[in-house]
């Protein structure tokens, strides 16, 4: 059976049965470089990310003072008052309240040139200095046409900056909305293992392990990917919502006062796994068609992300401004929560019509025991009735506890009715099949022999060691990435 693993191409996974290297390479540091490598990348695109948006909002807060400083000086271009006059008191304007002239805190990780949080007033004011400076020694005819012109080009600037940094956002968003996604589902492969043979088969002696390849997660586990992974206490497929954020989600809509009353008296919402837990509690609920509830867990869950990332006082920082009338900050909050409940709509729509039976009577969920590498062949054991061996009787009776189905397909010791009859079960009770045959020896692998005197041979052997080399050379390929 040929099966199409493409559309698995974006997952992170943690896995590495796909993985093959040259022999020469030791195939754990590999896995581990690789592990290394993209939990770097992924690191890095977080921060850039939370760089970007921040820098977004001090550019939003930035254009909107140029707009009113310009709005100033138009209004006034016929006064014979000097146009020093109107700078100073818009300025001023802006110092007047010093909540809203303090620029937010940039999000933990985040680092500026500035040693000291910038004010919007400080920030105008340098921009008007360097107008002038753009003068020089000259003095225009009309000042107040001068300085006009001079705004309206740092505004330009500005606005330029603003455009190529949403989309570079848009594009890192992109990338980390599928990634964080698929990661909430866990879809992929994973590995469990089967006992290879030895020169002389005894098929219920344990030995070395091999690899078989399940087409569905949480089929088996390997003991060597466990200890691989013991370090990963962050691994998305373990995030689920706690019953504190399951409270706060179903809170009536739109009520902030109930909003910031609950985190008053729960401030250990505001962390980040909480976050975490709403927005995969939003994708979960969305792939079971529970659109309200799944776009309120991306409000509260993103709620909870902008009071943790505006600093100390970002509690009170977010509720104030955010039910203060028409205020800006409203505006890109429920912007952030559309584009992220649309995104996470999409993502989910695209995985219900993947797994649709319907659509791809393949893909229905299932679990198949395959041969990792293609020069090894599965072959199935049954255990002897009358063995007076321990360990025999054991996997004889692990064999008798199968339906007839099952018992009859080990018999023909054909691999495909295996599969056939794995097939029709569910993908829990496949799992444990699978593990039992396991445990009871009743699997093995047989290491094909190549004859490197023919010439069929001898090609064989060449295409082996190209894919060899090819893995080795190029890492970053079509190799699945692992958590």
């Known amino acids: 059976m040929v099966l199409d693993y493409s559309k698995w191409d974006a997952l992170e996974l943690s896995d590495d049965s796909d993985i093959e290297v040259h022999p020469n390479v030791d195939k754990r540091s590999f896995i581990r470089a690789k592990q ?15 760089t970007l948006k921040y820098e977004r909002i001090i550019n939003d807060g930035l254009l909107s003072r140029i707009d009113k400083l310009l709005n100033s000086l138009k209004q006034h271009e016929d006064s014979s008052a000097l146009p020093e006059q109107f700078i100073f008191q818009t300025i001023m304007e802006f110092a007047s309240d010093p909540t809203e002239d303090q620029a937010p805190p940039p999000p933990e990780g985040v680092h500026t040139h500035e040693k000291e949080q910038p004010k919007y007033s400080a920030m105008m004011s340098a921009l008007v200095d360097q107008v002038k400076k753009e003068f020089g020694d000259s003095k225009p005819d009309n000042m107040f046409k001068a300085y006009i012109t001079g705004v309206q080009g740092h505004k330009d600037k500005v606005q330029g900056l603003q455009k190529e940094l949403l989309t570079r956002l848009a594009q890192l968003e992109k990338e980390e909305s599928s990634k964080i996604t698929s990661e909430g589902l866990h879809d992929g ?3 469990s293992h089967v006992s290879k043979a030895d020169p002389k088969p005894k098929p219920a002696t344990p030995a070395k392990k091999a690899e078989v ?6 089929a088996g586990s390997s003991s060597a990917a466990q200890a691989e992974d013991e370090d990963d206490d962050d691994d998305p497929a373990n995030i689920e919502i706690s019953p504190l954020a399951k409270r706060f989600a179903k809170l009536k809509s739109n009520d902030y006062l109930a909003y910031q009353r609950f985190i008053t008296e729960h401030p250990e919402i505001v962390a980040e796994k909480e976050t975490d837990g709403l927005l995969v509690e939003a994708f979960n609920s969305q792939l079971k068609g529970e659109d309200a509830y ?6 509260q869950g993103l709620l909870l992300q902008y009071c943790r990332s505006l600093g100390p006082d970002g509690i009170k920082l977010f509720f104030g401004r955010i039910t203060t009338k028409e205020h800006r900050a409203a505006t890109l909050f429920t912007n952030d929560v559309n584009d ?9 729509a695209e995985l219900s019509k993947e797994n649709s039976a319907s ?3 393949a893909g229905v969920e299932q679990i198949q025991l395959h041969a990792v590498d293609p020069n090894t062949k599965i072959t199935i054991n049954i255990p002897a009735a009358n063995s007076e061996d321990p360990t025999e009787v054991e996997a004889r009776k692990i064999f008798e506890s199968f339906s007839a189905d099952l018992q009859k397909a080990l018999a023909s010791e054909s691999l495909d009715e295996v599969n056939k009859v794995l097939g029709k079960m569910s993908v829990e009770e496949a799992e444990v099949v699978v593990e039992q045959l396991g445990n009871g020896g009743m699997l093995s692998l047989e290491e094909g022999i190549i004859d490197g005197t023919t010439e069929e041979g001898q090609k064989k052997l060449a295409e082996i060691e190209a894919e060899a080399k090819q893995d080795v050379g190029e890492p970053g ?5 692992l958590d």
């Open 189 to 191: 492969f994973n590995t």
């Open 294 to 299: 799944a776009r309120q867990c991306v409000h």
């Open 359 to 361: 659509n791809d009577p």
């Open 477 to 481: 390929g079509d190799v699945t990435e």
């Open 213 to 218: 390849e399940l087409l569905n997660p949480g």
């Open 36 to 50: 290394a490598q993209i939990h770097q990348q992924r690191e890095q695109r977080r921060h850039d990310i939370k």
């Open 340 to 348: 992220t409940y649309n995104r996470i709509k999409t993502r989910a």
